[in-house]
């Protein structure tokens, strides 16, 4: 007899603050929360990774009896815990020591140097969460993420059948009961969403790995896991969920061209056809990024209000020069003065350095200005050659770039939010993005590509139609066009205050929040397990 609880599980490799590589990280911690809010019975299922959580985020209630799984010849158990994290959320521990309990979530380098057996990890981490699904009762939906929630599906779709739990006209008075319920429902497995953060990374492997992961051999079909001859995780997720979603709108048409597909553009457009691809905007936390109250910076905004007028300008400027010179004596620069008196125009990154990014183009762009007229800060992790070219760009420039590579650093990322003046984000291809979303609420201007997430929340000065820019959104992506956005930017904060001060504000006034999207998650759930 399997029996369902009503309840959303969250399935992924991340969960903000606990343990968090990108945007993935942040949305399995902030979407729960508001769910929960909303009445959900959600329960987030994460793996254990022992080293990198920090003890006083989570408590721990309850230990079960391991279970077990063969990969090839080789068994290997793993452990099920239960308890709280950051104080509010139910969390779903899976426990397994060798391949969870490593000093990073990937591998190293923001994950850019993988750990060869990625595969392995996240396939027995799917096999721990149906197991945790058995011993703890069945979801009626399970909502799975990326590459690494790929797996999921098949495990599901083996030990609970293919027939999806229905519940004609009442998904809603069930799953959103503020109580807990159980229903009893042989034969049936739990509703299954599966969402795309980032197309770029597939979890692709020989097709010789498929068989030691513990997987049915119907599932080596090109209706699932193969793809031209090779093991593709994210597309077995995709063929085998329900709904499909990606985390904006203009990503969601974009990943059906081949130009962002990555291969699975026809897989994507067949999916879209038949209603079953969604494009659903993150949000982003905003009780945790909050000017006026974030304990990271060291001076928070003095205003406590959800709209500002430019009245309000001064403010903002105070709290830019205050978390600057703070900022500036942490890291030891100073700030320079532009000729007409005000201080250089600070540019912010925050980011992965990986090609997607685009800064290796923006320190291009850098590198070919005569008369430098910015500072920058620079903290990311990633792939070698871009993080010696932004450890080059600062010895060059010493009085005007710190760089702070190969680390993540949540503090410094704070601080570099509330101090910057223009928030670079460049990116060939952005699924939604969130720094941009994070800088806007830090009442940065924004560069940005102009791509999937990033089209959606900034708004464009060049757009004519547009009232209230917040940033330039580049068409040309490269060094020249980057070059191009920051001389913009440059001479709207050097010469017309009046201008800079509505960026400013407007930007500012941009709240990416979780609560519409949330609600549009919320339907989609109650879509899935009605039809
Ligand atoms: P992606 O998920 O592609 O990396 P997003 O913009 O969606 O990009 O999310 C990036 C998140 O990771 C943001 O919250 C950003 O502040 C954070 N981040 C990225 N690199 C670092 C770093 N080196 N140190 C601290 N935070 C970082």
Redesign the pocket.
Known sequence: MNEFNNEVWFVGAEMSPLV?A???G?VMGSLPKVLLKAGMNVKVVIPYYKKIISKNLIEIKETYPAGKVNFGEIPFEFGIKTGTAAGEIPIVLIEQNHFFDRDEVYGSH?GVCAYKDNLWRYALFAHGAVYAMRVLGVPLIAHTHDWSGGILPAVVRQTFGDKKIRMEGGAEGILNAKINKRVHANGLRPALVFTI??LGYQGVYGMDDFYDIGLDFKYNSSESYEHFGTFNALKGGIKLSDAVTTVSPTYAGEITTPEYGFGLDGELRNLKEKGILKGILNGIDLDYWNPATDSFIGCNLNLKKDKYTLEDYGEWENFKLKNKKLLFSKIGLEAKAAKNGRSLPLIGI???LTEE?GINEFLNALFNWNDFPFQAVI???GKDYIEEKAAYLAKIYKDKVFTLTG????A??HKIYAASDIFV?PSKF???????M?AMRYGCAIAAGDTGGLHDTVSDIANEAEKKPSGILIKHKDANGIAWALNELYNIYAFNKDKWSGIVINSANKHFGWDDSAKIYENLYYDIIDK
């Open positions: 968090k990108g945007g993935l942040d923001g953060h980032n925050v980011s992965r990014k903290l990311g992790s680390k993540y650093d949540e410094l990322s984000m952005e699924p939604c993005g969130l720094s941009q994070i």
